[in-house]
């Protein structure tokens, strides 16, 4: 079987994009990715009919959470509101029949002890109903980062380990977000390997900035800075099924899987 390449897309038919694309895998955002308010299916025959129509269609669909959710974090503020938008996500990840549901890895403030952060995380995993998979993503910038530096994120992974439910989560890692948040591509699907024992999604993204930039900005493949070779390398070493969440649209799109593609 080859791996499942697909896109980051629009949210309201998730399945028309897939089509457009010719791919059997999207990703989408349920409602507003920098709000609070909580998810909503803007597919036409709702939850009900976005996860039977996807069957039918054989498209796998993956939901990203909102990227105002730090369950790390120790302003109560945020982290409260935090912790229910993320049960509010996996319940309606579940609702479409979602293979996961990919959330940020978080950061505590400048000034914080991280240890608090590894035990937020804990105490999150303990909190939530995890109907669906939770994928972990690696994150590109801050210096208080979760999931940043490969070091933290063996933090973060070791606090999970203990909470209930530890086996529904599982790793997202994103190739912009690690080469610009300074961890060696060459190297990574096996450290990271080494901390989780599993990759469940990747994020093939090339990076507009520089190694350790600390910069989140994504770029197709061949117009960034990392090197080919070593982008389709993680791909084909996670063997994970992957989600380009490159610009553009289903054209860009498209020739981003075939680069890909030919580089397998
Ligand atoms: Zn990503």
Redesign the pocket.
């Known amino acids: 079987m080859p791996l499942s390449i697909g896109a980051h897309v629009d949210q309201t038919d998730p399945l028309a994009e897939a089509a457009a694309r010719g791919t059997d895998l999207v990703q989408f955002f349920l409602g507003d990715p920098q709000g609070y308010k909580g998810p909503e299916i803007r597919y036409a025959g709702g939850a009900d009919g976005l996860r039977a129509d996807a069957e039918a269609a054989g498209v796998a669909l993956y939901v990203h959470a909102p990227y105002v959710i730090n369950v790390a974090t120790t302003n109560n503020r945020i982290r409260i509101p935090s912790r229910k938008l993320l049960q509010q996500h996996v319940d309606a990840a579940a609702s479409i029949g979602a293979r996961g549901l990919?959330v940020h890895g978080g950061h505590v403030n400048k000034g914080d002890d991280p240890e608090v952060g590894f035990d937020n995380w804990r105490k999150a995993i303990e909190a939530t109903d995890l109907t669906v998979p939770l994928l972990l993503?690696n994150t590109a910038g801050g210096d208080n980062a979760m999931a940043r530096y490969l070091d933290r994120i063996a933090r973060v992974w070791d606090a999970i380990g203990s909470a209930s439910q530890a086996e529904m989560v599982g790793f997202?890692l994103?190739t912009?977000?690690a080469h610009a948040g300074g961890n060696a591509l060459e190297t990574v699907v096996e450290d990271v390997r080494a901390i989780t024992g599993r990759i469940d999604l990747v994020?093939c993204?090339d990076s507009r900035d520089a190694f350790d930039s600390g910069a989140d900005r994504h770029a197709n493949f061949g117009a960034g800075q990392i090197d080919a070779d070593l982008l389709a390398s993680v791909v084909r070493d996670a063997g994970a099924p992957v989600v380009c969440?490159t610009p553009g649209g289903a054209e860009e799109h498209r020739a981003d899987f075939a680069w890909l593609r030919d580089r397998l």
Request: aromatic fraction near 0%; charge should be negative.
């Open positions: 990919i993503e997202c994103d912009c977000h994020h993204n969440e």
